[in-house]
């Protein structure tokens, strides 16, 4: 059974950052690709970053710049640096991995 667990979200103030984790198991990790999703309040689910097997990253527009994700094969895990925090970051983020979600993690900037 798949299993994605996400960690560190918490409370920061505007242009602040927080490193997001998220723990997988049931799946041979190494050969997914992953992503981050976010759900801003009141807002549809959207897509913020991916990453490939190989390493290779994409991101959404309104994160380029300032968030970075990365993945630890040997810890099946997947993580998401967030730097140069904006109000309109605050969200809850999902870790993704084909139709398997977790159970997400808050995000909240305070301007």
């Known amino acids: 059974q798949v299993q994605l667990v996400e960690s560190g979200g918490g409370l920061v103030q505007a242009g602040g950052s927080l490193q997001l984790s998220c723990a997988a198991s049931g799946i041979i990790f190494r050969v997914h690709t992953l992503n981050w999703y976010r759900q801003p309040p009141g807002k549809q689910r959207e897509l913020v970053a991916t990453?490939?097997?190989?390493?290779?990253?994409k991101y959404a527009d309104f994160v380029k710049g300032r968030f970075t994700i990365s993945r630890d094969n040997a810890k099946n895990t997947v993580y998401l640096q967030m730097n140069s925090l904006k109000p309109d970051d605050t969200a809850v983020y999902y870790c993704?991995?084909?139709?398997?979600w977790g159970q997400g993690t808050q995000v909240t900037v305070s301007s």
């Open positions: 993704n991995r084909l139709d398997s």
């Open positions: 990453i490939t097997p190989g390493g290779s990253t």
